[in-house]
């Protein structure tokens, strides 16, 4: 997602996945805690008796987004290889990054139209995971819990029809996988430098003949009116980060215009 890779930790969990080196750093898990504890707590209140409680629940979380997070960077790592170039995945604190190791043949670097692929490839791929999730409840008749905006669609909506879930796990497991799955490809589409999509409308500005500088106020006005619109809306930790990504993209900003 963004900011810098943090440095390696004797509590880190590393493994490999289809050759690409994966590290989940310790604080990974710190803020998996810490938002997550809401949504766990919320659901243990509302299961009752037939919660498997907040611990468990944490575990769960902690869990789903683990894999949806290195779904998403994984699909980067994917796209990174179609073009020669080697990366490895870290999974910390603000999410996870693909991150490029080596290149190979000629692929010393990206053309705009690579460079947008290899921005979108990570959400696309984690919003996949989530709507084969999806499927995979609608298949065996069972009423998947669509998050906003997928309840916004009609089709959607008479696609995942069928009986409740029975089973509490399974529930869980629904929940708490789809909705992070989906909020948090869409929040890295949206054109603001780190993100997914600031990267992706950079290589389209590029395209066309345009410069950084042009990337980075895109990313101020789109950083100022999400800021707005999550405050209006009560989203107070999401109105904090863009008015942070916004103040970052602005001071970038400042600093290009003065180097040109």
Not at 66 to 88: D, M, P, W
Not at 121 to 145: E, H, K, R, T, V
Not at 169 to 195: K, R
């Amino acid at each position: 997602m963004f900011l810098q890779e943090p440095d390696a930790s004797p509590y880190d969990l590393q493994f490999q996945l289809l050759g690409f080196p994966v590290r989940v750093s310790w604080t990974f898990w710190v803020a998996a805690t810490v938002i997550g504890y809401e949504l766990a707590t919320s659901l243990d209140g509302l299961l009752r008796e037939q919660s498997l409680g907040v611990l468990t629940l944490l575990v769960i979380w902690g869990l789903c987004i683990l894999v949806s997070i290195t779904i998403h960077e994984l699909g980067h790592a994917l796209a990174f290889r179609k073009y020669g170039i080697e990366s490895r995945i870290v999974l910390y604190f603000m999410g996870g990054m693909a991150i490029p190791t080596r290149s190979s043949g000629l692929q010393d670097g990206l053309e705009p139209k690579q460079a947008m692929w290899i921005a979108i490839a990570g959400p696309l791929a984690q919003l996949a995971s989530a709507l084969a999730f999806i499927l995979l409840l609608s298949a065996a008749s069972y009423a998947a819990p669509l998050p906003w905006p997928l309840d916004q669609f009609d089709v959607l909506v008479n696609m995942t029809q069928g009986r409740q879930i029975d089973s509490v796990g399974l529930l869980a497991v629904a929940i708490m996988y789809i909705q992070p799955s989906i909020h948090w490809a869409i929040l890295n589409l949206i054109p603001v430098w780190p993100l997914d999509g600031g990267r992706f409308i950079q290589a389209l500005i590029q395209l066309f003949g345009g410069t950084v500088l042009t990337t980075m106020k895109v990313g101020v006005a789109v950083s100022a009116v999400v800021a707005v619109f999550a405050f209006q809306n009560e989203m107070q930790f999401l109105a904090f980060m863009f008015l942070i990504l916004g103040w970052n993209n602005f001071q970038a900003l400042k600093q290009l215009q003065h180097r040109y």
